[in-house]
């Protein structure tokens, strides 16, 4: 049970920004988001994580809703090496040991 | 230099070998795991390695079997493989039981034919 819906595909024009929703309405309050990607051919990346603040590192945003049923991964500038599965994982911290993932986002960056 | 290292990227064999796939992380992480993305795309875990215990085994048929004779190096070893066995094996660690995110290898692609 990945706990999170995703739409299962997106596309983004190039130097536009990519914001990829999650929804996991079930989430408690101990429980983390995470985000990862896959590049085709490559093993998965994390890229960040919350609570309920939003984060910023020098790969993407995230954006948790206050009421924390719903985020947004942003990518403020996407490029052609963006275009990977997206992974939202919904987690306790206590368990990041046995990461579950789920379908994911396919995002297609285009020229 | 390569994080997470797996070898071989490839590996063709035949139904009923014996196989292994190694893994080594320069990373200086305390946990290290095993992943299974099928066909379908969908990953899973297999095991989870903490300092060279085993933590979690995931419903894998005991075939499988992974052995960390160090804090960096997680092998995973396949009995009488299956041809429902291919799949690409990811490897992975972690500092802090993944607090921080993992950093996987690059995969390895076991065809059984």
């Known amino acids: 049970d990945a706990k999170t819906t995703q739409p299962p595909s997106m596309d983004c024009a190039e130097g536009r920004a990519a914001n990829l929703p999650c929804n996991h309405s079930t989430i408690s309050g101990n429980e983390y988001v995470y985000w990862y990607r896959q590049i085709h051919s490559q093993g998965p990346q994390y890229i960040i994580h919350g609570l309920k603040n939003n984060e910023t590192n020098e790969m993407a945003s995230l954006i948790i809703t206050e009421d924390r049923k719903s985020s947004t991964l942003i990518l403020p500038h996407a490029t052609l090496r963006d275009t990977a599965v997206y992974y939202c994982i919904v987690i306790f911290l206590g368990n990041t040991d046995k990461l579950i993932f789920g379908t994911g986002t396919r995002l297609q960056v285009f020229p | 230099d390569t994080a997470v290292s797996q070898t071989p990227k490839y590996l063709v064999t035949q139904m009923g070998n014996d196989k292994s796939i190694k893994c080594e992380q320069n990373?200086?992480?305390?946990?290290m795991y095993w992943y299974k993305q099928d066909s379908k795309k969908f990953l899973k875990i297999m095991f989870s390695y903490n300092n060279k215990e085993l933590i979690i085994n995931e419903t894998v048929p005991n075939r499988f079997s992974p052995k960390s004779p160090d804090k960096a190096h997680l092998n995973l070893h396949i009995n009488s493989l299956e041809l429902g066995d291919s799949a690409v094996y990811f490897c992975?660690?972690?500092?802090?039981?993944?607090?921080?995110?993992?950093?996987f290898g690059s995969g390895t692609r076991l065809t059984v034919v």
């Open positions: 992975a660690s972690s500092q802090d039981s993944g607090v921080y995110g993992y950093t």
């Open positions: 990373l200086g992480h305390d946990t």
